[in-house]
């Protein structure tokens, strides 16, 4: 079974540009979680996505969104890019009608903002 | 709120030494608790995890027991190898309908030939 994929696995940006992250689950999996990493403040949760419904959000501003499509794939958008935006973007996947704790981990999508 | 803590590193070892990693964590209920690796330029692996007090995890040769009385999640592997250089995060989720993950800063570990 495929893993978690993520696209593009690297992106250089703009200060004040936009940018829309790619996140494919495990077949089957129907929830979808992003996460930030930065060697400053780690690892932080974005938000998570079921069946197309946002169902948490952690505490990033407004400029971080994102969205689930119907075949449980996700995207994440973050405009207005800031200097402090660049870090390892993390997608992770999961079932959680069958074990909704374990999450699956992509191997991410490196922003750099110049 | 939740939140784990887990020793600084990096920690340097010699390869065939005894790993312990420690991990201590705060919840409001009774959380699951897990173990990820993140191998250099690569996103996060599970590597064990433990669902309730008492349970020990396991996996390729590392482990880890939920040790409710003293909130403590610790990892150890009995003889290390140079492959085993990562990053370990110790890590917890509530189970709820909050899906989200809190993890620890993580703890970088070196082996040395």
């Known amino acids: 079974k495929a893993g978690v994929t993520q696209t593009p696995r690297y992106l250089i940006k703009t200060r004040g540009q936009q940018v829309t992250l790619s996140c494919s689950p495990i077949?089957?999996?129907?929830?979808v979680s992003w996460y930030q990493q930065t060697p400053g403040q780690g690892l932080q949760f974005l938000f998570e996505y079921f069946s197309e419904t946002q169902r948490n959000k952690g505490n990033f501003p407004g400029r971080f969104s994102g969205r689930q499509f119907s075949n449980s794939r996700s995207e994440m958008n973050v405009s207005t890019l800031e200097l402090g935006d660049s870090a390892l973007y993390l997608c992770?996947?999961?079932?959680?009608?069958?074990?909704?704790?374990?999450?699956?981990f992509g191997p991410g999508t490196r922003l750099l903002v110049l | 709120g939740d939140s784990v803590t887990q020793m600084e590193g990096p920690v340097t070892l010699s390869e065939e030494a005894f790993l312990t990693i420690n991990c201590t964590y705060t919840?409001?209920?009774?959380?699951?608790l897990f173990w990820y690796v993140q191998y250099p330029g690569e996103g996060l692996q599970l590597l064990l995890k433990a669902t309730k007090a008492d349970d020990k995890g396991s996996n390729k040769g590392f482990e880890a027991t939920y040790r409710k009385e003293t909130t403590s999640f610790h990892l150890e592997k009995g003889s290390v190898q140079v492959s085993d250089s990562a990053v370990y995060f110790c890590a917890l989720s509530e189970g709820n309908r909050d899906d989200k993950i809190i993890f620890g800063k993580g703890t970088r570990l070196h082996i040395l030939p």
């Open positions: 919840a409001t209920g009774y959380p699951s």
């Open positions: 077949s089957g999996h129907r929830s």
């Open positions: 992770a996947s999961s079932a959680p009608d069958r074990d909704p704790e374990t999450q699956y």
